[in-house]
């Protein structure tokens, strides 16, 4: 990269690596069709890019959030949770047909042992011949 065109960017971006990362990322969108902000006298991708960089007319900050964006592979959108009622709630509440939520009552072991000594064996029931 131009020695020159390097040393303008440093007070706009502290970092040599970031600064490489950002105007490789612009040298790419500039490849790829994106709309270049200065004249190119004739330099290439990555010393406009650069240039660009150096003169702010892209601004690093969006630079770094495009680069960030381009990179990740999954984006988790913070949607809000719908308000469900619970099992037991209050009378007269509904729950949606289209609900898939699963609310679980803990039960302490004696509890559990209370309710099966309530329940009553199975009647036998006779076996019919054939």
Do not use: W
Not at 36 to 56: G, H
């Amino acid at each position: 990269m131009a020695r020159v065109t390097v040393e303008d960017c440093i007070d706009k971006v502290e970092n040599r690596f970031d600064l490489v990362l950002l105007a490789s990322h612009r040298a790419r969108m500039i490849s790829s069709g994106s709309q270049i902000t200065l004249d190119r006298d004739n330099d290439k991708n990555p010393v406009v890019s650069l240039r660009e960089i150096a003169e702010k007319t892209v601004s690093p900050e969006d630079l770094k959030e495009d680069l960030i964006h381009s990179l990740q592979k999954y984006v988790e959108v913070d949607e809000p949770e719908p308000d469900v009622p619970l099992v037991g709630a209050a009378p007269g509440s509904s729950v949606d047909s289209d609900d898939t939520e699963v609310t679980v009552d803990r039960m302490t072991e004696e509890e559990l042992l209370k309710g099966l000594e309530g329940l009553a064996p199975p009647e036998e029931q006779p076996e019919e011949e054939e």
